[in-house]
């Protein structure tokens, strides 16, 4: 049994090298799909010097990219990550497990800098809640799964959330006890209170029914 991992990428010459280089490391790890979505900077070339990998070119917009980079998977176990993402030594462990056990889900999230803010937001990822599970925490789910649902929805944003609601109707869906480390670039740009905040109000706005065109308008990737 082994994974294809699918990266989404633009513009990602500062994070990417970094998880490559551990992504190619393991062994369970069968091919590394970079779907890139027009990038500008080095990351092609950065993607193109490691081991594993494969790119795929595409239009800009996540979800696009992420089923692009499912089609052209090779494994029936797919690990959809963010460029900016590391994984903790206790994930690689346990990623045996999840091709044996098989079941859709994410990971707890955990950041790259050290602040109280941080590490409160971290501790709601461990709930299994679909409002508390988003793209950065990673998703694994089998192929066959993947293919029956259609793939992403091509939306604009909450191309995650939705997914993973969508999941829980189909299937058992669980948070594996294993960290995912992120980046908090976005954070430290835009602060953490307000970035939080905008979080908040655009996933609630979605819930209501608001549309994801209209709510991208405030989001940027």
């Given at each position: 049994?082994s ?27 069968a ?45 029936e ?6 460029a ?80 993973v ?6 299937a ?49 990737y």
């Open positions: 049994m994974i294809s991992v699918i990266i989404p990428v633009l513009n990602e010459e500062r994070s990417l090298d970094v998880l490559l280089e551990q992504l190619s490391e393991i062994d369970l790890i091919d590394i799909v970079i779907v890139d979505g027009g990038s500008v900077d080095n990351t092609l070339q950065i993607a193109a010097s490691h081991q594993k990998v494969k790119i795929v070119e595409t239009l800009k917009g996540r979800a696009l990219q992420m089923n692009e980079g499912a089609d052209n998977a090779t494994s176990n797919l690990l959809f990550l963010h900016d993402s590391v994984l903790s030594q206790e994930l690689i462990q346990e990623l045996s497990n999840m091709v044996h056990e098989g079941k859709p889900g994410a990971f707890e999230l955990s950041f790259d800098y050290n602040h109280w803010l941080y590490r409160v937001y971290a501790r709601f990822s461990r709930l299994n809640w679909s409002i508390f599970t988003y793209g950065d925490q990673g998703l694994f789910i089998q192929k066959s799964l993947f293919l029956k649902l259609d793939g992403f929805k091509n939306i604009p944003i909450m191309e995650d959330l939705d997914m609601r969508r999941i829980k109707r189909e058992n869906f669980c948070k594996y006890p294993a960290k995912i480390i992120t980046s908090s670039r976005r954070f430290e740009k835009n602060g953490i209170i307000r970035q939080q905040l905008l979080n908040i109000i655009l996933v609630m706005a979605y819930y209501l029914g608001v549309k994801p065109q209209f709510l991208s308008r405030f989001y940027r």
